[in-house]
């Protein structure tokens, strides 16, 4: 399976400001998706970055929020934008395995918003 | 709305005996369930899958059995070791949409007692 990594692994933002999270494969992939998991919740997909094109954002998630790059078949970027203390989650990238159902992830990045 | 359930938040096993960890689901479009183990700090490791068109599947000391009409999955692992302490995720996936992506449970803590 693919390396994924992740920056930042952690952060801690003032609220109203904004945080931009990179996640890196060592391989080319064609999906890579970033989720959201929120103290004691599941993992809520956000978006599927598409390379080359918008992201494809899931009910509940806006662009101005959550702008996401993703330039290239290896790198994404995913923005926090504007943030309050809601926002203090763990945030994941993914990417699609071999089997286009089954997906690794990051080791995510813990955002705690002051 | 959770379409993917894990009633049990954490479970407490024994070295050596099996742990159960169980899994129920309420969209019946369906059709790939997956588990993916969580360790503090780190990323869900992809752990087991099974399609719909199979009731088990076996992967070394990790089994998968899935009960369509009762739309409900298990993962069984026997024996159980201390280093399988972790969060167990189970997560579900409609293949017959266009972006593939994963709804997950909550999760369940196991603790392997030495």
């Known amino acids: 399976s693919a390396v994924i990594s992740q920056k930042p692994s952690r952060d801690i933002c003032q609220r109203g400001t904004s945080l931009t999270i990179q996640c890196q494969v060592d391989?080319?992939?064609?999906?890579m998706f970033w989720y959201r998991q929120q103290p004691g919740q599941s993992l809520t997909l956000i978006a599927t970055a598409n390379q080359g094109s918008e992201a494809t954002y899931e009910s509940g998630f806006v662009i101005d929020k959550f702008p996401i790059s993703r330039p290239n078949l290896t790198f994404s970027t995913l923005t926090v934008s504007n943030m309050s203390p809601e926002d203090s989650s763990i945030y994941l990238c993914?990417?699609?395995?071999?089997?286009?159902?089954?997906?690794?992830f990051g080791p995510g990045t813990r955002l705690t918003v002051t | 709305d959770q379409q993917v359930k894990q009633n049990s938040p954490s479970l407490s096993v024994q070295e050596g005996r099996i742990s159960i960890l169980n899994c129920d689901y309420t969209?019946?479009?369906?059709?790939?369930f997956l588990w993916y183990k969580k360790y503090p700090a780190e990323g869900p490791t992809f752990l087991i899958s099974?399609?719909?068109?199979?009731d088990k599947n076996e992967d070394g000391r990790f089994t998968v059995f899935l009960n369509k009409s009762a739309k409900h999955l298990s993962l069984h692992i026997v024996p159980s070791q201390p280093g399988d302490s972790a969060v167990y995720f189970c997560a579900a996936s409609a293949s017959g949409g266009s972006n593939y992506k994963l709804t997950f449970g909550k999760g369940t803590l196991l603790t392997v007692n030495p």
């Open positions: 099974i399609s719909s068109i199979k």
């Open positions: 391989s080319q992939v064609t999906m």
């Open positions: 993914s990417v699609v395995g071999i089997s286009i159902y089954e997906q690794y």
């Open positions: 969209n019946s479009m369906f059709d790939y």
